[in-house]
């Protein structure tokens, strides 16, 4: 049996797309991203799944920092739909709430329910979490912004359902292993790695310039400075396409030339959300 390590309690949308992906597996809920990924590297649990992105709130806070350092590769990638029920307590009235608890991204999306109610906000670990608070408070004034799971699991009411202010609301999600075995050539493919500049004008221009002149599409990249220091700083890549193509293997042979590191992370099967897009 798979054990599936995740940020968040049972409920939250980490351990939904953790069973979605692995419905046979056990679970192992972690306080953090960094105890998920060193729940794998240290062999307490097989795989991590571990949001990177939402369409509404952009990157996941330092995901992207700890991936390179954790040894671990991205061997699937999952696209979760995100929806927020507003739950309380047994009994509990819309009338009564004047506090609502949830994780900070979650109140970000649900903007539009809590101008509406005008109530005091609370930020929580979790949104799963945040359910727990309440259920163990047992006051009709505190309500939770969370999963649709976690008011059976914590046996609280709905309030009101589906409350995201998108409702295509989407997080992404990869799962991360200790074993790495890339897909053949042949299928949709997306390839993730973390590259360094060298330190010469025009290094990140020319690195990438041969991502553009192969054809090859980045779907991402980002920055993030390494250190204290000013000079280095690391990119994170996501691209369209298999290293053992041509036309990838062209700009990869490229962005090595002007980079002092080029590390892949992970080769894998685009997710068919992504070909619908």
């Known amino acids: 049996m798979t054990t599936v390590a995740y940020q968040g309690e049972p409920g939250s949308n980490s351990a939904t797309a953790a069973r979605a992906l692995y419905p046979e597996g056990g679970e192992l809920p972690c306080t953090s991203f960094e105890q998920a990924l060193d729940a ?54 819309l009338d009564q709430v004047e506090c609502v608890r949830s994780h900070v991204h979650a109140l970000g999306q649900c903007r539009k329910l809590l101008r509406e109610g005008a109530w005091r906000t609370l930020v929580s670990d979790d949104t799963a979490g945040a359910a727990r608070e ?92 390494m250190g204290a220091g000013l000079d280095a700083s690391r ?8 290293p053992d193509e041509e036309r990838v293997a062209l700009a990869l042979d490229e962005l090595r030339f002007f980079s002092s590191e080029v590390r892949i992370l992970g080769v894998y099967r685009a997710h068919p959300r992504r070909l619908k897009d």
């Open 134 to 225: 309440v259920a163990e408070l047992g006051d009709p004034r505190h309500a939770a912004l969370a999963p649709p799971a976690a008011a059976e699991l914590h046996g609280l009411d709905v309030l009101r359902p589906e409350v995201e202010d998108d409702p295509d609301n989407t997080t992404r999600f990869v799962v991360l292993s200790r074993d790495y075995e890339w897909l053949p050539v042949g299928q949709p493919t997306m390839t993730s790695l973390f590259f360094c500049v060298r330190n010469i004008p025009s290094a990140l221009y020319k690195a990438l310039g041969g991502f553009a002149s192969s054809g090859v599409n980045l779907t991402k990249i980002e920055s993030y400075q």
């Open 40 to 93: 794998v590297t240290l062999g307490a649990a097989d795989v991590a799944v571990i949001p990177v992105d939402n369409s509404a709130a952009g990157r996941v806070a330092d995901v992207h920092h700890l991936l390179p350092e954790s040894g671990l590769f991205i061997v699937v990638e999952y696209f979760l739909a995100i929806r927020f029920d507003l739950m309380g307590v047994p009994g509990t009235t």
């Open 235 to 242: 990119f994170y890549v996501e691209i369209e396409g298999h």
